[in-house]
């Protein structure tokens, strides 16, 4: 996808859009812990080092990959 049609995706779909800066939200899965009890609790933190900084969908966004582009 090109940057422009990536930036506009993230706009219309991302959870952590927010007039062009990230909310930060993410998620922790443990996933030893899934795969000893077939559960796992999921954590939501926030990505202090993206927070409140200008969205960088462009250059590569973990959460933007796992969540919206799926």
């Not at 939200?25 to 609790?41: A, E, Q, R, S, T």
């Not at 926030?46 to 799926?70: H, I, M, N, T, W």
């Amino acid at each position: 996808m090109d940057k422009k049609k990536l930036r506009r995706k993230a706009q219309l779909e991302c959870a952590n859009w927010n007039t062009g800066y990230c909310l930060g939200c993410d998620f922790n899965i443990d996933k030893g812990y899934l795969k000893k009890n077939n559960w796992v609790p999921v954590f939501q933190y926030l990505d202090s080092e993206k927070a409140g900084k200008p969205c960088v969908v462009e250059e590569g966004c973990k959460y933007f990959d796992r969540f919206v582009v799926q």
